[in-house]
């Protein structure tokens, strides 16, 4: 689980991102991103209805992206400043952990916060 200074938890925060960043897509991930005033990567994880009705695959699907964004931002991988929100689409049900963590460090990589 990512730490709550880790986590994007208000509703104006997402507001702000839909409202004031471009949206980058790869795959079956779509990622927005904008810098922020802190030192710090915040990581939201927004899994609609539009993924599947059962909440049992939307939560799953949520969770290991939040795992991956969790292990990224333990090993360094994300440069730090960033606001970043991830949202899957029906695809990712599919994806395997591994092919999900492909896809998501290929996308911030293409947005230019994973940092090499």
Do not use: C, W
Request: charged residues 30%; aromatic residues 6%.
């Amino acid at each position: 689980m990512l730490k709550k200074t880790h986590r994007l938890r208000k509703s104006k925060d997402y507001k702000r991102l839909v409202q004031n960043s471009r949206s980058y897509r790869f795959g079956a991930l779509s990622v927005r991103v904008k810098p922020n005033q802190k030192n710090i990567t915040r990581v939201g994880v927004v899994a609609g209805i539009a993924i599947s009705k059962k909440a049992v695959v939307r939560n799953r699907v949520r969770r290991q992206l939040q795992e991956i964004m969790r292990l990224f931002l333990k090993e360094e991988k994300v440069r730090q400043g960033f606001d970043i929100m991830v949202r899957p689409d029906a695809r990712a049900i599919s994806l395997s952990y591994d092919k999900l963590r492909e896809t998501l460090g290929n996308i911030l990589q293409k947005v230019g916060v994973y940092a090499n």
